[in-house]
């Protein structure tokens, strides 16, 4: 049996529990830390990247449910732990406590637990969609799926920004209570007996972890694929930090309107994704390694041209940003759908390893794109104009995206990664 439609939605609902929790964390309490609590940003920056690179332990959540047959304990199980993550660290900055003392070092803890939270519950949930989806369906889930995420995404930030007000320590703890708790509770509930259904039952995996990763690690695939998600991902997050600044220093956007031109790129990104999962498991219409090549030259032709607005000064920043989002959507769901049909080819029963090492790929490219993109922007300021500083960080990202979609050309074919061993000078 494969997963049904009904199936899939409902695993959608674990990623949107996943995206309301983390959400609440990145955005809520670092926007109470640096303003409430007049923490520095770097402080709260610091937590925020401590939970992406944690996350490199995904490859060892993904082979522990691999190798013990049973993704639904650590779907729930990371969930919980997810949970348990968020209201640790919003509980030390309801006290006042979570830039001092044992107060910083339990909210250090807190977001370690998110890391690992988001991490064992995430790539389990991409394992049991990837084995268990018809492939003609994959397209279709992974769309299905990220929307869900960016739709509790945003139902939790706008929900809690209108309950929250006026802050107090008392209703920021109620809120986060019943997020945690109804994120595990709809968790639970979403997962249970789908994998009983779909997936056979098999004997518990002996082989080792270290094994078991340098068995993954030794198939070509895989290493090839885990470079194109490196760069990608890390193209795709170098503008996260800066996009914003961008547009207030050098098009003297308001603070109201930078948050809207963030809600262009994320209409956008919504309109790529839809787009992909109907051309291709509706309409059928072209492969995956098209559509993620596209992504890929869309955006770097749209970053180039946010690159060159701010030299001309032409108000058109909030389209440019716009098919930004439209093309960085259609790479996104092109990518994981492609992800997910990798992850069968191989090893048997290794589903779980694959996509982890995958997840920790992007989860460092994450950290450090954000993390690059902010510096090198302050960097070529001290030096030079702001505007040129901004548009020869974008022209680097362009750059990057655009050798992103000349290497998905080459080593996708037809949803099938070709070894780059295989690969041959004008081949």
Known sequence: MTLSWTQIARLGLVQLCIGAVVVLTTSTLNRLMTVELALPAMLSGALVALHSFVQITRPSWGFWSDAQGNRTRFIIGGMAILCAGAFLASLMVALGMAGQGAGLALSVLAYILIGIGAGASGTSLLALLASGCAPQRRAAAATI????????????????????????AHRLMTIVAVVTLGAVALTAAAIWGIEAKVIPSRLPDETPLRKGLAEVWSEPRTRT?????????????????????????????????????SGAQHGGM?????????AVSGLRLGTLKLWVTAGCLGSAISLAAIAALGQTGLNLLTPAVTILGVFNGMFAIASIGAMMQLAGQGRTGREGTRMG?????????????????AALVDLLRLSGDTADAFSLVFAAEAALFLAAGLMAWRIIDGGRLRPAATLVPGE
Do not use: K
């Open 357 to 373: 090492v995958w997840g920790a790929s992007q989860a460092i490219a994450q950290g450090l794109g954000g993390f690059a993109g």
């Open 270 to 278: 919504f309109v790529g994704m839809l787009a992909v999962g109907i």
């Open 225 to 261: 694929f885990t470079l194109f998600i490196f760069l990608s991902m890390t193209a795709f997050f170098l503008q996260e930090l800066i996009l914003e600044p961008y547009a207030g220093l050098v098009f003297a956007f308001t603070p109201g309107q930078s948050t809207s031109l």
């Open 145 to 168: 799926t990220w929307l869900m995420m960016i739709f509790g995404i945003a139902a939790t930030s706008g929900t809690i920004g209108a309950l929250l007000d006026p802050y107090s």
